[in-house]
């Protein structure tokens, strides 16, 4: 004997159900494509720290030839105006040199204090561009080939920050559509399963027959084996009551789809 009768708790007990089921989904979709992000931020971060090496001895070199050039060019006493900006580019070079080193080699918290933008790509681009056109300023033939070295990595940084900058942007863009897909897709099951329970539960009152529930299944698009069918209703209703609750298959039917992978959802 069955006794049916609507109950007000169990809308509520079925919103918690589909929303725990959602949560579920979108950490399934998501597992996948956080792994993926990871995989591919591994790679990429491989490369940028090999590219940032690279870079690194450049600006070095840079640093060092910019320094070199300008210590001899505080040299001419006679243009007081010329020695300045020669002691500005030598100092410029040696922070240069400094800054790499720290990079490469150890580390140096004056940059990170008082130049923080140093410390990045970008930032550090700009700054040998700039030093790199006030070198070229001298309009000197080694002063010319200096400078256009400078402003030349300084190029290659500020293009590296560039790429570095759009593959995060193009990584969490791809998280944002995996989490808008998941919650997507676990609205359309959950819909799914409720316009498929309403033919079966024909009293509207939240619960089937324990002996439809191989119906529910086929219509649902999985139909169950005997096997499979038995112990589903062993499952579902524990005690024997002949009747099965609209949150308790929800629940169930829920596992059972994100068990079998997010190719499955």
Not at 52 to 69: D, H, Y
Not at 215 to 241: S, V
Not at 252 to 264: A, K, L, R, Y
Request: glycine share 10%; with cysteine.
């Amino acid at each position: 004997i069955c006794f049916r009768g609507k109950m007000a708790p169990e809308e509520a007990s079925s919103d918690n159900v589909a929303d725990a089921l959602l949560d579920k989904i979108a950490s399934k979709m998501g597992e996948a494509a956080i792994r993926k992000a990871k995989q591919q931020a591994s790679k990429f971060a491989e490369k940028t720290k090999k590219m940032q090496r690279g870079l690194g001895c450049l600006g070095f070199v840079g640093g060092a030839l910019t320094a070199f050039l300008s210590f001899f060019g505080m040299l001419n006493l006679l243009n007081p105006l010329s020695m300045v900006v020669e002691a500005y580019t030598f100092l410029f070079g040696i922070g240069i040199v400094l800054l790499e080193m720290q990079n490469q080699c150890f580390p140096l918290s004056f940059f990170e204090k008082w130049a923080k933008f140093m410390t990045t790509l970008s930032g550090r681009g700009v700054f040998y561009i700039y030093v790199g056109s006030l070198i070229m300023a001298k309009c000197k033939l080694f002063s010319l080939v200096v400078g256009g070295y400078m402003m030349g990595v300084g190029a290659l940084f500020v293009v590296s920050a560039f790429r570095a900058g759009t593959e995060q942007s193009r990584t969490e863009r791809e998280l944002n559509r995996v989490s808008s897909e998941s919650k997507r897709v676990g609205n359309d099951l959950v819909g799914n399963v409720k316009q498929a329970w309403g033919k079966f539960d024909k009293e509207n009152d939240g619960a089937i027959y324990t002996k439809q529930l191989g119906k529910l299944c086929k219509a649902l698009g999985k139909p169950l084996g005997k096997e499979q069918l038995k112990a589903a209703k062993a499952k579902l209703d524990a005690e024997k009551l002949g009747e099965i609750e609209f949150s308790t298959f929800l629940s169930w039917w829920g596992d059972m789809i994100v068990s079998e992978g997010p190719h499955q959802v």
